[in-house]
């Protein structure tokens, strides 16, 4: 189980908490569980083509993610992170 800690953008999925509980040896394992607790969550942070949305990025530990198979230590924390845009 590892904390995650969620941007304010998707805290409308997690009831408004900004670090929720997860299970997973993998991102993508951590994103699935994080769907069945909260629907829909998945969906935007992740792509059709099981990539990590261009506007998202998701760190383990203080490591930037490259694809969601990456590995997931036991008690590491995972950061999603939003991206701001504007003009």
């Known amino acids: 189980m590892m ?3 969620v941007p304010t953008p998707l805290q409308s999925y997690t009831g ?3 670090r929720v509980a997860a299970r997973g040896a993998t991102l ?6 994080l769907d069945r607790q909260f629907p829909g969550m998945r969906f ?4 059709e083509q099981d990539r990590i949305r261009q506007h998202m990025r998701l ?7 490259a694809d969601i198979h990456q590995a997931v230590p036991e ?3 995972v950061h999603i992170i939003a991206a701001l845009s504007g003009g």
């Open 3 to 5: 904390d995650v800690f």
């Open 75 to 77: 008690g590491v924390p």
């Open 59 to 65: 760190f383990v530990g203080s490591t930037v993610a």
């Open 16 to 18: 408004g908490r900004a």
């Open 28 to 33: 993508a394992e951590v994103m699935a569980d």
């Open 44 to 47: 935007r942070v992740i792509d």
